[in-house]
T-cell receptor
Framework: AQKITQTQPGMFVQEKEAVTLDCTYD???????LFWYKQPSSGEMIFLIY??????QNATEGRYSLNFQKARKSANLVISASQLGDSAMYFC?????????????FGKGTRLSVIA | KAGVTQTPRYLIKTRGQQVTLSCSPI?????VSWYQQTPGQGLQFLFE???????NKGNFPGRFSGRQFSNSRSEMNVSTLELGDSALYLC??????????FGPGTRLLVL
């Protein structure tokens, strides 16, 4: 069965600094996708970044990058130049790719607080 | 392109009642998935519909049901509401594995 582990319940970062949010995953399937979502207090889940298990390069989207270490089964999110608006819950999620869309399995999330 | 929309945004019901939530996916997306988010259990998958057929189902009782229409809009229904059904219900639409976009959610409070 798939499992996502986020070991940091809460993190603080100074504005304009970079921060890394940890995510480890467990699956025996070789074909999978990893996602990061941001959830502000409004509740909406905002898609940030995606990494496929066969992708050679680490995914990047603006200030977000995914540090994908397949052998370690980790997919950490790096946010560069943090902004006050980055304060939110962040969820790592995984889906299998071998049979079309499969459900996302989520970690418990990390609450990021950006300090001015 | 318009995003995923969910209605209503907020609902208050009493135990024993039933409720129907609606989700309109991004235009062109044929897959709609539903998730329940609670403080205790986190985010849990309910079911997924693709081209009007349920393709995947999570581990929820039969009180939770859903359907998808020919225009890809989806509804989920919860019958005989229990206090534990209070949650944020999120809908996600997708056109391929790499794209799963969520709506703003419906907050359900069961009294």
């Amino acid at each position: 069965a798939q499992k996502i582990t986020q070991t940091q319940p809460g993190m603080f970062v100074q504005e304009k600094e970079a921060v890394t949010l940890d995510c480890t995953y467990d699956t025996s399937d070789p074909s999978y996708g990893l996602f990061w979502y941001k959830q502000p207090s409004s509740g909406e889940m905002i898609f940030l970044i995606y990494q496929g298990s066969y992708d050679q390069q680490n995914a990047t989207e603006g200030r977000y990058s995914l540090n994908f270490q397949k052998a370690r089964k980790s997919a950490n999110l790096v946010i560069s130049a943090s902004q006050l608006g980055d304060s939110a819950m962040y969820f790592c999620a995984m889906s299998l790719r071998n049979s079309g869309n499969t459900p996302l399995v989520f970690g418990k999330g990390t609450r990021l607080s950006v300090i001015a | 392109k318009a995003g995923v929309t969910q209605t209503p945004r907020y609902l208050i019901k009493t135990r024993g009642q039933q409720v129907t939530l609606s989700c309109s996916p991004i235009s062109g997306h044929r897959s709609v998935s539903w998730y329940q988010q609670t403080p205790g259990q986190g985010l849990q998958f309910l079911f997924e519909y693709f081209s009007e057929t349920q393709r995947n189902k999570g581990n929820f009782p039969g009180r939770f049901s859903g359907r998808q229409f020919s225009n890809s809009r989806s509804e989920m229904n919860v019958s005989t509401l229990e206090l534990g059904d209070s949650a944020l219900y999120l809908c996600a639409s997708s056109s391929k594995v790499e794209t799963q976009y969520f709506g703003p959610g419906t907050r359900l409070l069961v009294l």
